[in-house]
């Protein structure tokens, strides 16, 4: 398998998931801007969505979108308990939170990232970070990670979004459930060959 990414992008976040599964694969970086891989080949032909991530699995098909990516790797290696069973309701759990994730966090974070969005996007997409963040922070008091003890393909993507924070000059401190949760994930052997390998570690 290949997995094409941008470093500190949500390609990330199925980058940490491959590691934590300890599965073969390689990766190609991307420029989003040009897309042109790093090896000179243009992205769009392997995703002509133009953005990360992109799976190119052994058969030569191509899984886009994370929250499919990260399910699809999870279920290769299930001994290793990254995402309950497929048709169980925990199941469904997990994909409220990839969703949740994706559509309340991960796209917040647009307007700060867009030259072109002004003051009233980016207030706007502050304030519904601070409700959204914060239903995480109490969601996550007295659990380890957001489905419990375990960590699974949602925290995955949760870590990669919440790195971002710094970068957008949103506070986390004052979130503690969501600051542990965040030194706590950086701290697994996985994670931090994931970050190392797109230099950010």
């Known amino acids: 398998m290949k997995l094409y990414y941008k470093p500190g992008a949500c390609s990330l976040s199925p980058h940490i998931v ?28 392997v995703n002509p969505k133009g953005y990360v991530p992109a799976l190119v699995l052994d058969g030569g098909e191509v899984l886009t979108e994370g929250p499919a990516i990260v399910q699809y790797l999870a279920d290769l290696a299930p001994e290793k308990k990254l995402a309950p069973a497929n048709g169980s309701l925990a199941r469904y759990q997990l994909q409220s939170w990839l969703t949740f994730i994706g559509t309340e966090l991960h796209k917040s974070c647009s307007p700060f990232f867009n030259p072109a969005s002004g003051d009233a996007w980016r207030a706007e997409a502050q304030a519904n970070l601070e409700r959204r963040l914060g239903y995480v922070d109490k969601e996550l008091a007295g659990k380890a990670y957001l489905m419990g003890e375990d960590f699974s393909v949602a925290d995955a993507y949760l870590f990669t979004v919440l790195g971002w924070m710094g970068f957008i000059q949103f506070d986390l401190s004052r979130f503690a459930n969501l600051t542990a949760f965040q030194a706590r994930v950086a701290a697994r052997p996985a994670v931090q060959a994931a970050l190392k390998a797109e230099g950010l570690a």
Do not use: I
């Open 18 to 45: 491959l590691e934590e599964l300890d599965l073969s694969y390689e990766t190609e970086a991307v420029d989003l801007q040009t897309k042109v891989t790093a090896g000179g080949a243009d992205f769009t032909r």
